[in-house]
């Protein structure tokens, strides 16, 4: 099984920052790579499929980068309503596989 | 509008069975491929399972821990998924997500429970 790493597990910040959230998969992954941003109480949403695309009606502000193993969620500047749990998905090869999350935190 | 509702969840004892249904709209749900997600307590992210679609002979796949205990199905006829848990046990205790990866349903709770 492909193991997915996602570092900081809690990333604290201010309102305006640039922002990188890590996932670091256990082998080559081929960029089949998806983010998803959940909120408390909600379902998880789709914000970046195939490591760099944006979901239809996701803010700009996010971004996803990457390749082989090392993949990157960034966020130009962070807005308060981001507060949220970020997870990586690979869906290269089954079991397809979640990362443990990345809590974000507004200082 | 894309929609997803899963239904039948519920409180189950531990080797007993359960079956959720996922009823969709909003797309062309026979070109879909569909998974099952839960989320357990701890807030931990897993896939459950995936059906293709007919012209990809409704192939399915499934998590380690839950093979040979779990099925996938799916009408195309009806725009819905299912999942038949069997065997279950406490561990199996979550948020089951009926999705296709970029549109996910509610969620429906199962706790399995002596």
């Known amino acids: 099984d492909i193991q997915m790493t996602q570092s900081p597990s809690v990333l604290s910040a201010s309102v305006g920052d640039r922002v990188t959230l890590n996932c670091k998969a256990s082998?080559?992954?081929?960029?089949?790579l998806n983010w998803y941003q959940q909120k408390l109480g909600e379902a998880p949403k789709l914000l970046i499929y195939?490591?760099?695309n944006l979901q239809t009606g996701i803010p700009s502000r996010f971004s996803g980068s990457g390749s082989g193993t090392d993949y990157t969620l960034t966020i130009s500047s962070l807005q308060p309503e981001d507060v949220a749990t970020y997870f990586c998905?690979?869906?290269?090869?089954?079991?397809?596989?979640f990362g443990s999350g990345t809590k974000l935190e507004i200082k | 509008e894309v929609q997803l509702v899963e239904t039948g969840g519920g409180l189950v004892q531990p080797g007993k069975s359960l079956k959720l249904t996922c009823a969709t709209s909003?797309?062309?749900?026979?070109?879909?491929?569909m998974h099952w997600v839960r989320q357990s307590p701890e807030k931990q992210l897993e896939w459950v399972a995936q059906?293709?679609?007919?012209?990809?002979?409704?192939?399915?796949y499934y998590a380690e821990s839950v093979k040979g205990r779990f099925t996938i199905s799916r009408d195309d006829s009806k725009s819905s998924v299912y999942l038949q848990m069997n065997s279950l046990k406490e561990e199996d205790t979550a948020i089951y997500y009926c999705?296709?990866?970029?549109?996910w349903g509610q969620g429906v709770m199962v706790t399995v429970s002596s």
């Open positions: 909003g797309f062309t749900f026979s070109n879909a491929w």
């Open positions: 999705t296709r990866l970029g549109y």
């Open positions: 059906i293709k679609a007919k012209s990809n002979n409704y192939a399915t």
């Open positions: 082998q080559n992954i081929n960029k089949y």
């Open positions: 195939n490591t760099n």
């Open positions: 998905f690979q869906h290269n090869s089954w079991p397809l596989t």
